[in-house]
């Protein structure tokens, strides 16, 4: 199933609100992600709280992006938490 992003809202621990598509919500944490290369700009809080719907993933003011699939794969619903 391709699941596109259409809202996304930065929580606080690196976590990421998302709402795909099909109206599930998902949360996803970046946090495991952080020690990857560029990903640990996303430490600055305003570089992370920058994140917005690109096309059909997010991306963030410094470029970073992450596709629908792994967001939707590797996220908790939201009623899980």
């Known amino acids: 199933?391709?699941?596109a992003v259409k809202d996304v809202k930065p929580l606080d621990g690196h976590?990421?609100?998302?709402?795909?598509?099909?109206g599930e919500e998902r949360?996803?944490?970046?946090?495991p992600y952080l020690s990857?290369?560029?990903f640990a700009e996303l430490r600055d809080p305003s570089?992370?709280?920058s994140v917005a719907v690109k096309f059909d993933g997010i991306?963030?003011?410094n470029h970073l992006d992450l596709d629908p699939e792994l967001l939707y794969?590797?996220?908790m619903a939201r009623e899980a938490i």
């Open 27 to 31: 949360i996803f944490d970046v946090t």
């Open 47 to 49: 570089v992370f709280s």
């Open 15 to 22: 976590r990421l609100l998302i709402r795909f598509a099909n």
């Open 59 to 61: 991306e963030w003011a």
């Open 36 to 38: 990857l290369g560029r």
């Open 1 to 3: 199933m391709y699941a």
């Open 73 to 75: 794969e590797k996220g």
